[in-house]
Structure formats: structure tokens, C-alpha cells
Nanobody, 123 residues
Framework: QVQLVESGGGLVQAGDSLRLSCAAS????????MGWFRQAPGKEREFVAA????????DYADSVKGRFIISRDNAKNTVYLQMNSLKPEDTAVYYC????????????????WGQGTQVTVSS
């Protein structure tokens, strides 16, 4: 079992930046690919970004490519999401997830989830 705890959400204005963190409970963190998803009210949970176990490979949704950066520190069992040039449409609850399958763009490909952190971007 891996427990994930997100932090760093908040209320910001359009154009601002935020950095989300997700701390994992186990040293087996390094055996998991990590992903960030988000869910806005009335919408399905959607893929935002993912990073491989070593951190050498990353993937982004088109909607955030060039603005968001995912990274991980395996020594600290933590994955980050640096969010720049935020837009009102980025408003959502952001979740981190850990998985060991080969895919990473679908929620079902992840085994463990955090409780989520709210990001609200005002115009």
C-alpha cells in the first residue's frame, strides 16, 4: 500500500504559478511511475502529466504542454507539478497517482491515489 498526500494548491490569478507536491509513504516510491490528473466540477478526471520511475521520461496533456513541468525526487519520495501561466480553465482538484503498468494516461492504469488538492485560477 502506498499513501499519497498532495499539497500546494490554492487560489491564484490568471498568469500566476503554483507548485504542487505529492509525498509518498514508502521507499518503494521508486518502483512506481507517477501521474497527475485533475477533475473539474461536472467533468471526468483527466490526465495532466506523468513521469517514469527514473524521471527520465515525461508526458503531458496537450492542454498543459509548455506550461506545466512534472518532476520527481526519489530520495524524498516526492513528485512535483510546476504549473506556470495558469488559466481559469486549469481550475480543478488535482490528484497524484502511482502505478506500475506500462500505460499512464488513463486513471485505471494507476493503483494508488492521493486525496486531491484544489487549484482555483481567477480571471
Amino acid at each position: 500500500q502506498v499513501q499519497l498526500v498532495e499539497s500546494g494548491g490554492g487560489l491564484v490569478q490568471a498568469g500566476d504559478s503554483l507548485r504542487l507536491s505529492c509525498a509518498a509513504s514508502r521507499r518503494t516510491f521508486i518502483t512506481y511511475a507517477m501521474g497527475w490528473f485533475r477533475q473539474a466540477p461536472g467533468k471526468e478526471r483527466e490526465f495532466v502529466a506523468a513521469i517514469s520511475r527514473s524521471g527520465g521520461t515525461t508526458d503531458y496533456a496537450d492542454s498543459v504542454k509548455g506550461r506545466f513541468i512534472i518532476s520527481r525526487d526519489n530520495a524524498k519520495n516526492t513528485v512535483y507539478l510546476q504549473m506556470n501561466s495558469l488559466k481559469p480553465e486549469d481550475t480543478a482538484v488535482y490528484y497524484c497517482a502511482a502505478g506500475q503498468t506500462t500505460g499512464w494516461r488513463k486513471p485505471y492504469e494507476y493503483d494508488f491515489w492521493g486525496q486531491g488538492t484544489q487549484v482555483t485560477v481567477s480571471s
